[in-house]
């Protein structure tokens, strides 16, 4: 029998828990022909204007003496420019992190503490100033696995199973994997712009040797009873432990086989791939959302009580996923209505309450992780998804409205323009607050009507 080691990588076979071998059927990327692409990011999201305390100038001691160390840490001049860009735009020095941290100190952590053996921390530094400078640069786009590492992939994919057939079959996989993992994107590319320095000190913790990093949450951002929120914390085998009647610290970490495509990517990143930051946290995201069983290595999850689906993360896991990474009550709007065949059959809302909801969310200043549905002719018509994330609205000359959107499925790191006309109708879910939620109609929380759903069509077996 053949070992597994991972040269380079720092891993070895006797480290890892083999995953459990799974049947991958062929995904076909869409895309969407009403998308226009525009040619640079011009636009940016709102939070780049938001009321979060923005500081241009280093004042202490201690900032002037990490940015320093960071400049000098950085040899190319494009980083020093980015870095620079990352002070001036107000970026660097906003702490809305769990716990006030600065994007700073973050970036500070990365390149004085230890990281993951097999990450370079002047890699991770580089990957986290491309993100302040150019969000849009997160991407669900798979990476390939090298040549030289598949061998050891394979063997751990595969339990070490000798069948020829069975190893030809798991690389065909790797070799045309494309990830489920948008729901994921959307909330990490919305904790870039929102939470700045949540998101790098989820990136320290992600990429330290650890793999690992504690949030403290509001029980009430889950659901207004708290008991309720713990079932939801439990039933998601979200780690945690309560600190007093209203909050609570949960562990967030990827699963044991993202850092392997994390190292891969460190070294071997090609353009329009995943970045190693983008690994872990979509990973962590996974983990999250598909009650800790996902396998970063085939990009499945196991079936449960929500779904019997092994790919990406429904609505119901997408919404528990937002708010707890957010810490704000979110509320998945449902729009359309979809039959027992999985055809549309109607909506729940017309589309002048809809496009309202949507602008009085980014109003406030949120993005919006919506999920928008289109017919699957290689399906019977059966309507497939994508989740996407707006990020602001615009009116052009003519009069014609457009939203203007993130979508880490184009390979194009940058903005896209979709029509209210065309995006309207096929929006099945929305992301927003529960305040603007609950202004049009009396809602139920969205976990209860999947659990009412679950029951019922359990007893109806």
């Given at each position: ?98 716990d ?60 070490l ?7 030809l ?8 994997m ?13 904790l ?8 790098f ?6 990429t ?53 495509r ?19 946290m979509?990973?962590t ?26 790919g ?21 709007v ?7 065949e ?64 993130q ?15 065309e995006?309207?109708p ?29 029951n ?6």
């Amino acid at each position: 029998m053949d070992s597994v080691q991972f040269k380079n990588l720092g891993v070895g076979v006797n480290e890892l828990n083999s995953p459990q071998t799974v049947n991958r059927k062929q995904t076909n990327a869409v895309t969407n022909p009403a998308v226009t692409q525009t040619k640079s990011p011009e636009y940016r999201p709102a939070s780049y204007t938001t009321a979060v305390t923005v500081r241009t100038t280093l004042t202490t001691k201690d900032e002037k003496k990490k940015y320093k160390e960071l400049m000098e840490e950085l040899i190319n001049p494009k980083y020093k420019r980015k870095l620079e860009y990352a002070l001036k735009s107000g970026q660097l020095l906003k702490n809305n992190s769990n716990d006030k941290s600065t994007v700073l100190d973050n970036l500070y952590k990365i390149i004085t503490e230890e990281r993951d053996p097999g990450l370079d921390k002047d890699t991770i530094l580089q990957e986290c100033l491309d993100i302040i400078a150019n969000p849009y640069v997160i991407t669900q786009t798979c990476e390939d696995i090298p040549q030289e590492y598949q061998k050891s992939v394979i063997g751990l994919i595969t339990g070490l199973d000798t069948n020829p057939k069975k190893i030809l079959e798991t690389k065909w996989e790797l070799d045309n994997m494309h990830t489920g993992t948008c729901p994921a994107a959307s909330i990490e590319f919305d904790l870039a712009t929102k939470h700045t320095a949540e998101f790098f000190r989820l990136v320290e913790g992600l990429t330290s040797p650890k793999h690992q990093v504690t949030k403290k949450i509001k029980l009430d951002s889950l659901s207004e009873n708290s008991l309720d929120a713990i079932w939801l914390l439990n039933k998601f085998k979200t780690p945690w432990q309560k600190e007093d009647f209203n909050t609570a610290t949960i562990l967030l970490k990827p699963d044991e086989n993202a850092i392997i495509r994390a190292r891969i990517q460190n070294h071997h990143k090609d353009k329009g791939e995943r970045s190693l930051i983008d690994v872990l946290m979509q990973s962590t995201f996974m983990q999250l959302g598909s009650q800790q069983t996902y396998n970063s290595l085939v990009d499945k999850r196991a079936p449960n009580d929500w779904t019997q689906d092994d790919g990406g993360l429904i609505e119901f896991e997408k919404t528990f996923v937002e708010s707890v990474i957010e810490d704000k009550n979110t509320t998945s709007v449902i729009y359309q209505n979809v039959d027992a065949e999985g055809r549309l059959s109607g909506y729940t809302k017309d589309f002048a309450t809809i496009k309202k909801e949507l602008l009085d969310t980014l109003k406030a200043g949120y993005n919006i992780n919506i999920g928008y549905t289109w017919p699957d002719p290689y399906n019977d018509n059966r309507l497939a998804g994508h989740e996407i994330t707006i990020v602001s609205y615009k009116v052009k000359p003519n009069g014609e409205g457009v939203f203007i959107c993130q979508d880490s499925d184009d390979k194009k790191a940058e903005a896209i323009e979709m029509t209210e006309k065309e995006l309207l109708p096929k929006i099945h879910h929305a992301g927003i607050p529960e305040s603007i939620a609950a202004k049009d109609f009396d809602y139920e929380e969205s976990w209860k009507l999947t659990l009412d759903e679950y029951n019922a069509a359990k007893k109806q077996k």
